[in-house]
């Protein structure tokens, strides 16, 4: 019997791989004649590096790059044959930042840049950069300094490394030393849809949640106004009105103009390379699950993304959650699928959270014992 394990993470509280190991222990405790498939669920935020390490393997690679405010940080990159995995919340992510440090107006892309270059030199062909969980707000403008491309202000003088408030000194690029990177195929992974300005663009959505004020989201979005001017001059390329141009503070944006950068979906890409469609068609029964389970599954969040396909091979699927909304289960009525919460009966969230490994195991024993039976009988 195979049970794929592919469960998403519980925010502030679990990673997908911690998860997937937790249900891998329950299984072999509970149904020792199965075999347990381990495919923990990335979408290119953090965590998404050692997920892609568990699911294809190769190099792990080591390296001291430039942190979100200039200090040095150890990070780590993926290398498989031709193809390099860069997660940029190693290198430029919140998680690097205590919770003072945090603004956007003060933080830099550059040490994304810098793994880059370092995968670039290790003759990677296909760079997959995951840009979820960044720290930053600059339009790219840090990482792409790092490759060489030069920004300028009115004063023609060089602007280096490259931050937030930088965005609206911009009047000048060279993109000459970039040229070499051009032959390689950049594939951004990003679930976000939101435009680089405006109400719905990078700064005014996402900036306040890496610390900047209203202040700093007007003056962080007129910059990235005048970043998709000066873009546009001397490019050529549109970035103002692209979906996905928003994601990572503009990263997303800046890459499409200068790298040739495809913006595509983290959760959908990493399921491919993963061959996760295979792998699910041959299961017996899939375990699963997530933080909270809501109405956003409906939207192409990882989760509905996964219920869709258990739809299409009619899999047997248990997926365990912290909270559980009550429209969700209109939405699986037509789908195999049966969704456990770990709290049951605990009012609190933040025990919740505190507890969530240990209440996790309870469940997914209890539910297996009751599926072993189920099968029996």
């Not at 923990?40 to 393997?57: H, K, M, N, Q």
């Not at 440090?101 to 810098?114: A, I, K, M």
């Not at 408030?165 to 000048?172: A, G, M, Q, T, V």
Request: net charge positive; with cysteine; hydrophobic share 40%.
């Amino acid at each position: 019997m195979k049970i794929l394990i592919a469960p998403d993470s519980f925010k502030e509280s679990l990673s997908s791989l911690e998860i997937a190991e937790v249900m891998e222990k329950c299984v072999l405790k509970t149904l020792p004649e199965a075999k347990p498939i381990l495919f923990p669920i990335a979408d290119g935020g953090e965590g998404t590096l050692l997920v892609l390490y568990r699911i294809l393997g190769g190099d792990l690679k080591e390296e001291k790059v430039m942190g979100p405010l200039g200090k040095e940080v150890k990070t780590k990159w993926l290398k498989k044959g031709k193809d390099a995995f860069i997660e940029m919340a190693q290198s430029s992510g919140l998680s690097l930042l205590k919770q003072e440090e945090r603004n956007p107006l003060n933080t830099t892309t550059f040490g994304l840049g810098q793994l880059i270059k370092k995968a670039f030199e290790s003759k990677c062909e296909n760079f997959y950069i995951g840009i979820g969980g960044s720290a930053t707000n600059d339009g790219g403008i840090g990482a792409l300094s790092a490759l060489g491309v030069k920004f300028y202000n009115r004063n023609n003088k060089l602007i280096y490394p490259g931050t937030g408030k930088d965005l609206l000194e911009i009047k000048k690029v060279d993109f000459a030393d970039i040229k070499k990177f051009l032959l390689k195929n950049f594939i951004i992974l990003s679930d976000v849809r939101n435009p680089l300005y405006g109400s719905e663009g990078a700064s005014y959505v996402y900036a306040p949640q890496k610390g900047a004020n209203s202040k700093d989201v007007f003056l962080l979005d007129k910059g990235l106004r005048n970043y998709a001017n000066v873009v546009k001059r001397y490019t050529g390329k549109d970035i103002s009105k692209l979906k996905g141009a928003g994601a990572a503070g503009g990263v997303g944006g800046g890459f499409y103009a200068f790298l040739n950068g495809k913006i595509l979906s983290g959760i959908h890409t990493i399921l491919s390379i993963g061959k996760f469609e295979e792998k699910i068609k041959k299961a017996d029964l899939l375990l699963t699950g997530e933080g909270k389970i809501d109405s956003q599954i409906k939207y192409g969040k990882t989760l509905g993304v996964i219920f869709n396909l258990v739809k299409k091979y009619k899999i047997p699927t248990i997926a365990f959650a912290g909270i559980v909304e009550r429209q969700v289960y209109n939405f699986i009525k037509s789908h195999l699928i049966s969704i456990v919460s770990i709290s049951s009966g605990i009012t609190n969230i933040e025990e919740s959270i505190k507890n969530a490994k240990e209440l996790l195991e309870i469940k997914v024993q209890q539910v297996l014992k009751i599926y072993k039976f189920g099968s029996k009988m």
